[in-house]
């Protein structure tokens, strides 16, 4: 067994990091770190409102009892020599300052954005661009580490980068204008989105979301070829708001192809689509893609805990009628499971198996 | 004052035609019809729940006193000899049925879509088409009518036509994708969208809606040339999705023009767009088309009501990202305001104003 | 294996029948009816919109495939010969008229109210009157039928009888007052309450039912005497409501008990409350009442679940601060786990145990 | 004209007075005050967000124009020597320090909860308790103030005490329970309640909030005799939850009366409640309590703007069937209109009308 340390453990992202990673049958979490409130306490005395006694966990899923006593350290002078993997679930700023320091001896997996869009780091979706992973190893060289910084994308980039690898793959991409509908989850939880606000409405403005979506995706789809990638060519425009859903991204998309394109074709390309070819990760889902042909799906509610929140739920394939040649479709994404954590771990699990984690 | 009749007059859709003529300078409600089941009973007593004694009225404002002693007609029965004006609410079965028998006298504005696609009829939004009504009297002739039918647009179609007019003018049109987040209130009452499918939940379809998106902008904005009207060239793409509000239809909108455009010649466009040119008609907003600079904005709850919800309100004028010339924003349109009653009535208002009815 | 037939079983409760029986040890669905409509039709084509190919499933959880290809039958003329439980989730209309024909020769177990008031018809809640079943004998024997029919009480009443039963039995009982904020599918599917209605509101009032809960607890809780039951002699004063709420039906409760009781004493009674007393029974929960400390807690999004729907979950007990000796705390119950279908089930599961079904 | 200040002019409590003043016939606003942050800006700057241009304003109207400019001046030193009247929007804390400071000028209305239970400190609701302002003289005699704090009750006892009042006046009262259903904005915004919390929920606790309403309504309705106000003696109990409702608080109330009392006769009695007695105020309802007898009223969304949300709205009034003399209701009370500033604004007319204020 690996062991894993979850920094920025106590808030949303890190407790999905804890389920994420219960009963895993490759890694064991032994360390956990947050902010200086919650040292010298227990995991489970970190938690507890000391006022009101209110056990704040934020997940459907209860955390393990293992993880409950273990002291949590102060995410500063976090000591990572013993554990693995390092998976850091904290902000952009203190990501900016402490994931080179874990880099600099272990495996940093991360769901914050400081380092994406650096020309050394991968952003890594298992079957879609598993062959990024090569570029960790000039990161490390190149900055003296002997561990390396991966951040998983944006969970509005996650599901839509993953239904336009099979049409790029197939028809080849010229365009791409996607409208999301994103679920409060992905705003968190300080302060995230108050009821006041999205109740009877849609916010049609996310911070900085729609130059992540374009430019990761971009860059996932793009090429790997002599140790860097070439991002992809095509266009990408997107309009991200936020609707009245508590987790599940929902997404429209237009896509421009190359080539002409029958809905029918992009159904089954995006059904057949093979991403692992023969590699077994545990938290894969058994199918990246899958296509419902009932037209009042996807469904955020009802679709995104398919295949445990690991699944991208696609529908309403359809002709574009204004685009030569083009397709359009709405897609379902669980943005804090295969989006957040549990993506994340599924990074974690890539890696071990191609051997840059051991 | 012109005497008007209204059909559907129990139903939401003719609730809010009671509502927009309360006190309007022009125009008194005389007839109300409805279904049989309503027959013989004044309006309070139809809207009266024998069983419970509820009163189902479903506007914010309360009716009139005036109109609650109207007895109410059977629809199929009514007398319109007396009347000047046809306000028709009911659905588009009924309405293929009905509208033809009023409009052999009187002139018959609708809100139904049954006559929207027929050749000799317009789709009017007073200050975008106007000139299209020119058409009314071509159709009353050809069909050996004294009046006509004249339908407004779908609810989701008007804030599109609306805002892509003055673009049109200015920079010519190539193509429109557009994804909509409209309200329940689109979907009326019986049976509506019950609250078990839409809360916490995106639904991705709407039956025909897109289609009637497309044409129908098209046709508003097509010129009207030599007695017929040639529907606009550039291409419309939609995907319309229900979202959990309750007044109020969201429209994110990808444009790619014909000519350059900055955001900002875009926002100026918009905002002096004048379309009625001094004709001033008692429900017209005093400006069509709000702009917004704060990027939050349009939101459905808090711009839905500008200018007694007659005014489209925009925001988030951008350069497209992937479109050659393009421009993308996004905007609210109160689908059951300028979207339905209040936009039938602003029709009647140019047509009595344009002497088509007396 | 016993057979089990579902009578409504294509609507909202027949198909959480169809969900509660899954894979279950002891009953097997071989027989499934519902009205004319769906004659002749397997249960997957009765379940698919034959307009918009849309499968009209509505629980959480699939279907079985198993129970696709059952062949509808017609309510009215249903064959039970070969069944040994009927399970009619029909309206109580049907109800009255249907249930009598079954319990003629078989077990009827119903969500419907038809029967609940008779004198000779139980309202069983196994381990909290499980020896009311004893009534069932004497119902066959006086109205001349082999079978009988056994009513579930309304899903509001449940959770209230059965946190009541402790306090009943420990420190009697004089008087309860209590307030429902009840979940949206308490209200079923056509209508249903519409979204239009319920967002951003409560609906202050659901007919019939404060009646219902008031009767059914005194009944559920009355004595077992000489062949009857002798309704227990609190008054029981209700207010029921409407929230926007997917599942599960919070009730704050009021009760003034005979005997002086702490909070403590009370919480201590409902978690220790055995209701099974050694009987074991697949479908019950592990503890009837799970009792909660965090003030918070119960929350109908974060409880309704505990046990799979089959517990009910109390939290902030407290002394009541007006009624002399009393107690007050708030209760979530699943209205359509516990409180419907796998409710009925487990009432078929005690009468399998007991013997009155083989 | 008198003159006001409002110290947290900033906050949406502070918000609501600017509403709540604008074009009052009596006062105007000349002086605004709040934290550090907003030193040295305008109101307008203070509420526009320096990053995104997002202004933050969370009134359903507009601000007026006039105030746009006025400078913010920091609480902790705002200088009232030149305005008649402070009204204070602080949180608890800080009106326990700034409070004092003001009253010793000047008149000081309060939203906030620090001095509502001292002896010689009403909590007015005009027209309910008017008689209670004669206690302010012996307040500023006491403390050696020149001006007075008088803070408002909390929002959720508003509705509470004032239907009570015509009820304890005819029949006497022996004991009250409550369930309130309150909405969203009663929680403010900083944090407010988190949309991801509240959606398809209810949340059972709010901290602080029943001592409150137990203890304020009490106060409220007590006897002033000799330069002091006597408690009503009557027993109250509440349980507070929070429910997806942006405005208007519901509760839900079990009266137990001295005398016995007809449905009929308590909305009677409540429908022909005067409290003014010929004091005319420009903010005051009409009637104080307006008796809705359609059972499915009354509802937060429909009822809360009742006249301008300074009336209280009934509804379903029934006799208990479990207290001796009882009577049961619902009630929605407009929790940040009536509930807050513009109750507030109505107490200063009814102190400037009775000379108190001058």
């Known amino acids: ?25 490759w890694i064991k979490i032994t360390t956990l770190a947050a902010s200086e409130r919650s040292a010298g306490r227990t995991y489970k005395e970190a938690l507890t409102d000391p006022k009101t006694g209110a056990f704040r966990w934020y997940c459907d899923e209860p955390p393990s009892p293992e993880v409950m006593d273990i002291p949590v350290q102060i995410a500063n002078d976090m000591d990572v020599s013993k554990v693995d993997i390092v998976f850091s679930a904290v902000e952009s700023d203190q990501a900016q300052i402490l994931e080179p320091k874990f880099a600099a001896t272990k495996a940093v997996i991360s769901t914050a954005s400081a380092f994406r869009y650096e020309k050394d780091v991968p952003i890594l979706i298992p079957g879609i661009n598993s062959e990024h992973a090569a570029l960790l190893k000039k990161q490390g060289k190149e900055r003296g580490w002997k561990g390396f910084i991966t951040p998983i994308p944006n969970c509005t980039t996650t599901g839509l ?42 916010i049609p403005y996310i911070v900085s979301e729609e130059e992540k979506v374009q430019r990761e995706t971009q860059k996932i789809l793009g090429a790997f070829d002599r140790g860097a990638i070439e991002p992809a060519q095509f ?39 093979k991403g692992f070819k023969g590699v077994s990760l545990p938290s894969a889902p058994k199918q990246m893609i899958v296509v419902r042909t009932d037209p009042f799906r996807p469904q955020p509610r009802l679709d995104r805990d398919t ?48 051997g840059y984690i051991a």
Chains 1, 2, 3, 4 share one sequence.
Do not use: W
Not at 168 to 180: A, E, N, P, Q
Not at 327 to 354: C, D, F, P, Q, W
């Open 307 to 354: 295949d445990n929140g690991m699944a991208t739920v696609v529908g309403r394939i359809r002709k574009d009628t204004a685009l030569q040649n083009g397709v359009k479709y709405l897609l379902v994404s669980h943005n804090t499971k295969m989006g957040a954590a549990r993506g994340a771990v599924l990074v974690a699990e890539l890696l071990i198996k191609k």
């Open 161 to 202: 980068a993953i239904t336009l690898k099979p049409i790029y793959d197939k028809f080849g991409i010229k365009m791409v204008l996607m409208t999301s509908m994103q679920a409060l989850s992905g705003a968190g939880r300080s302060p995230g989105v108050i009821g006041l606000d999205i109740l009877d409405n849609v």
């Open 1 to 25: 067994m690996l062991k894993a340390a979850i920094v920025g453990a106590t808030g949303i992202v890190g407790q999905q990091f804890v389920v994420a990673l219960d009963k895993h049958p």
């Open 235 to 273: 266009a990408v425009s997107c309009t991200c708001t936020r609707v009245n859903v508590r987790e599940g991204h929902t997404e429209s998309v237009f896509v421009a192809t190359e080539k002409k394109c029958e809905p029918e074709e992009v159904a089954r390309a995006m059904s057949e689509y």
